[in-house]
Each structure stands twice: as C-alpha cells, then as structure tokens.
C-alpha cells in the first residue's frame, strides 16, 4: 500500500490546492486501492489559472522558437529518465497493462520529438513584388492562453497531442485531465516544474464539469483542444464557440473492421483481438463491430471466439497480463448491460465476459472479452459506443454491402479493412467514411507528424490534434502588405 496521493494544481509556477468542496477518490481499477484524492477546481482557480497564464505570454511568446525548443529537448529526456514510473502509474490509476502504458508513454515523447521542429514548422511565406515594389508575406504568431481537456483512457499520451505544439508555438497552456486519472499528469508536471520554464507557461487545473465550463467561459482562453465522448465534445465545441474560441473537439467513436475472404487468417485475427481487446477496448481506435464478408464469416468467427476466450485477464503490473481491467465498477455496469442489449435484440453471445472474477484481484473491474454473434444492422448495440472489451460480428455478402455498412455509421474516427487484394484495399480507402484508416492495421493510430483525423460525430472542428495541424491550430495567421518605393528611400 502506497500513501494516497493529495492531487495538487499548478499556477504560474506553484503548486496550489483546488478550492472546490468536492473531491474524488483515485482509486486503482484493478486492486481497489486508493492512489490518491482529487480536489475540483471552482472558476476562481480556473480564472487563477488563466491569469497566470496570461502574465507568461508577452514574454514567452517574444522568446526565440529556436530558444523554446530547448525546454522540449529537456522535457523529453526527463520523460525517458521518468519513463517505467509514468508507465506504472497509468496502469495503475487506468488499468490497462504496462507495456499498453509503455506504448502510450511513447507517443507523448513522440510528439515531444515532433514539436521540437517548430523553428521550421511554423515559417511563414514571402511573395516578392505581389504589385510594383509591394512586398506581402505571411508570419505565424501564437493564438495566446489555451486550454487542454483530456479523456480518462490516455492519462499520458492525449495531453501531448497538443501540449508540446502549444508551448513550442509560443502560447501558454492550462491543462485539465480528467478527474479519474489525474496522477500521470501530477508526474508530468513534476518533470516540467523542474525544466526552469517561466512562471505560467504551463498550467494544471484538475477537477470535472465546473472547470471545464469556467475554461469554456473564459474570454482570455483563446483556444480549446477536447478529447473526450461524443456528447461532451459537441458541448464544448458550441459552448467555446459562443465565447469566440477555436476550438477542436475529439468525440466517441464505434470502429468497423472489414475482413474479407482473402485475408491472411492468422495474421488477421491476432490483430483484429488486439484492436479489440486491446486497453480492454477503451482506445477511441478500438474495434467494435467486425464485418465478415463471404467464407470469412466461417473461419474468422471460429478464429476470434479462440482468440477472446484465451486472452489473459488480470492485474496490468502483473506478468504475461494481456488485459487489465476497464475504468471502475460503473463502467464494468455499463457494459455488461450493453451486452444484455445485445442479446435482446437477438444476437449470439459466442463468448461471455460477463461476471469476470480474477483470482487474486476479486473486487477489480474485470470484463472479460466477449463476441456477439449477428448483430441486427441499425441496432442499439450496433450504434453505441460500448467503450469496453466486446466485439459485434455482422456477416454481408459483398465489400459493397460491408462499405455501405461502414459509412451507415455516426462515428468516423477509424475504420479497417483485412485482404491481400490491392484493388479492393483501394476502393476501401477512397470510399469509406473515416478519418483514419487501416488496411491491414487494427489501430490505425497516426504517428505523431500525422493529424489524428476522426470526422463525423468523432470529430468537431477542422484541425485535428498532433503534427501540422497542431501547429495550424495553435497560431494565427498574420498577413503584411509593404510597400517601400525606392523612390522614397534615401540613397547612401
Ligand atoms: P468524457 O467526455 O466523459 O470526459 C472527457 C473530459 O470532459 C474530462 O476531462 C471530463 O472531466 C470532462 N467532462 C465530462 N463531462 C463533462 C460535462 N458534462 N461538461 C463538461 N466537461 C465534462 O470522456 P471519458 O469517459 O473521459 O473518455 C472516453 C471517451 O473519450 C470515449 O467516448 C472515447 O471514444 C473518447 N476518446 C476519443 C478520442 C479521439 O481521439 N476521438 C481519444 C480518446 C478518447
């Protein structure tokens, strides 16, 4: 047993305690132990924040990029130095397993690597005599104090799709994680305290809907980046529109997989299981309805039933651990009622993870994997977003009939297909209706130099998360038209 942790806030370069009454415990998924207690933040604290932040910018944003970068570079060597502790932490206040944890630590670091990049990244555009001695050019100045609001499933990875980009930029940033996991973000602050960056640079406010809204709200947050459930997102990004920010606003998702009859078997199930099972499938890139088209109904079937009733459930820390556990006992409700829903509308249940108990671990939030079989197309359960380890199988006749299902959907956040026929990988990618495709790929996660591109339901805004976007949505554009007649000027 470790000593719960008092989550604290960080203002203008200090650590300060959240003056709301409410407090949530932390509490570890899969043991039940209390990690730690978060505090809500009230608008005073956001508004706190918000100053502090504002105070750093004139002088941030005049600081040489080539000059920001340095506090990148030595951010991601302490975030190396840090990076089994942060990884422990995820599984530990998450549940997902360490080397889940481990992938995800990467990709902040990634991002990190990719922000280092701004001196060039944000270079504007020169056009020479546009008219007869008239010069024009476009240079790219930070936006000012912005806002970052993350998700419970990637305490470490989500901030850094924005983050790095943002203070590279010459903004400076508050971010809010979400209250069930707060502690990786606690760690990572403690990494940027020590980097000697100014004063409000970056800024940690921790608490739920109040802070969200205050940020919202705030005239002198000029920018929001949300991850987060559909219905949220939608909230934020009208809400922060209403006040006149940009704002960027990542939603919920239902990923269908296409598994055609000439994919390769083996290959195809080992990775559909991990897109599906993976994070206890709560990746915004998790499968949830797999599409079998033709003879593929027949082996892919048989094969994913095998995969999911031999996954190894348990505690993430724990060794040869293939799943851990979903967010707390509410979610574990969720779901398992949502497999019920399946059930009535008339699907089979191959595999049943309902009423999980792992030895060792008996009062953690266990489901373990489950398959449906015939799913009813249209059905609640094949629209929801389930957000937990259970895949929905649906069998058609032809990839037209598949696509045509795909594109029937709400969410676009990803969307896969499994062949060895090129032709029919092209037609996929041209046609479907996502923002991120695999082919071949479970979770088609963009590198870091590439936007995370949900569209639909998924996604509210126009520039995405991570690389150019990220550099897009975190300046203005400024336009200069000079004009310096040569008759005007003094000769020497
Ligand atoms: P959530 O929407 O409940 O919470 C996200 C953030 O919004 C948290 O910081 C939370 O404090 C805040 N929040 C919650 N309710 C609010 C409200 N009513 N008003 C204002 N703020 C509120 O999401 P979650 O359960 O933490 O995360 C899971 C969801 O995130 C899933 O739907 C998943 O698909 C989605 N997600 C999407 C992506 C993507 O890139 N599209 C990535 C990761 C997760």
Known sequence: MTKPVEVMNYVGGAWTMASGMETLPVVNPATQETLGQVRFSTGADVAEATAAALRALPGWRSTPATERIQFLFALKQRMEAAFDDLARTITMECGKTLDEARGEMRRAIENVEVACGIPLMMQGDVSEDIAAGIDELMIRQAV????IIAPFNFPGMIPFWFLPYAIACGNTVIVKPSERVPLTMQKVFGLLDGLGLPAGVVNLVNGAKDAVDAILDHPDIKAVSFVGSTAVARHVYARGAQSGKRVQAQGGAKNPIIVLPDAEQDVTTKIVADSAFGCAGQRCLAASLTITVGEAGGWFTEAIAEAAATRQVGYGLDDGVQMGTVINHLSRERVEGLIGTGEREGAEILVDGRGTVIHGYERGSFVRPTVLRGLPAGGELARTEIFGPVLGLMHVKTIEEAIGLVNSGQYGN???????????????????????????????????????????????????GQGRHAVEFFTQTKVVVERWPSEWTRRF
């Open 144 to 147: 000012g104090v912005c806002a």
């Open 414 to 464: 990803m969307a896969c297909l499994f062949t060895s026929s090129g032709a029919a990988a092209r037609q996929f990618r041209n046609q479907a209706d996502s923002g991120n495709i695999g082919i071949n790929i479970g979770v088609a996660a963009p590198m870091a130099f590439f936007p995370f591109s949900g569209w639909k339901e998924s996604f509210f805004g126009t520039l995405h």
